[in-house]
């Protein structure tokens, strides 16, 4: 009898938390943080029965769409939820999660919208004052990315993400005298981070300076080897000084993730063709320019190892290379500049 007694009071107390709309929120939000779906769903449905109409629902519904990489529905649900949410006050919330979805989706002009509104109305709002910075930049509007980042940084001095971000909008906007002093900064602050050495021997590159430039790369190598731009970086500049074995050892350790990056393709492309190795050479390079974005826009771009902050870039140095390696033009000149990465899928 008592454990009857404890087991139909479970259940109606399961029964109370299953009316409790944030509760259901809550579950759904778990849900999703450890990759169950299915069971985020089962939550949901529960959740629209109880609140069909509610902001809470749509949003909750949008999150499960997004997690699912339906972008749609995801944008669809999350218009909803903001439309809901306008009596209670709670809309940027929702705004600023449907331009993180719509920056997933490769829709960067559509997200820096998205983010421009936060911070429109929230003066003390960093993160959507970084995430516009990062939408413009990859938009290729970097002269409204510096001053996105610029803004988050007023805010908060020592947010390193904005740091970054800064700097790479700086050096497409040729601002090399910024971005140093920028740089000073951030190595002084994060003495092993690999991607500023990256950033730092970029910087040296475009100025002439090879030996720094080698340093900083050699020291961006030995301090992270698993993400693309330590690799490329190192390999770039090894290319255009002729070092092709210690090229080569760079390129090789490059992870698998990042093996079909048109960025990668075309390092292993340069470093075929002066071997000798000319059909090894144009196979490289015929998908390096198959992977190449053709503009800023889809899930693919930013590649993690473009050549330079542009996509014209990288498209012209596959073009060129594939002509010298077809023997019609001469060798296509080192580029000046390390590769630039997405913000949190290769740092």
Known sequence: MRRFLLAALAALTLAACEQDVPTLVKWVDNSLEGNRIG???????????????GARTHGALAEIAAKKRDYATAEREFRAAIEASRKEG?????????GLTLMEAGRYVDAEVEFAGVAQFD???VAARYWRGRAAANATR???????FSEALKLDPNHMDARVGRVEALIATGDLGTATKELDWLRDRAPTDAYVRVLDGTVDRKRGNPKDAEEALRKAFALQKRTAPPHVALADFLLSTGKLADAEAALAGTPKKYAGAAGV???QGRLARLKGDRARALELLGRAQAACPQAPVGPAWPDPARIDLFPADLKEAIELELKAARGEAAPASAAASAPVPAPAATR
């Not at 709670?90 to 449907?98: A, S």
């Not at 970097?142 to 996105?148: G, K, N, S, T």
Request: net charge positive.
């Open 142 to 148: 970097y002269a409204d990315a510096v001053a996105a």
């Open 123 to 125: 003066a003390a709002n």
């Open 265 to 267: 393709l075309l390092r």
């Open 90 to 98: 709670g809309t940027l919330r929702f705004h600023f999660r449907l």
């Open 39 to 53: 069971e985020a769903e089962r939550h949901a449905a529960t959740l629209k029965r109880r609140d069909p109409n």
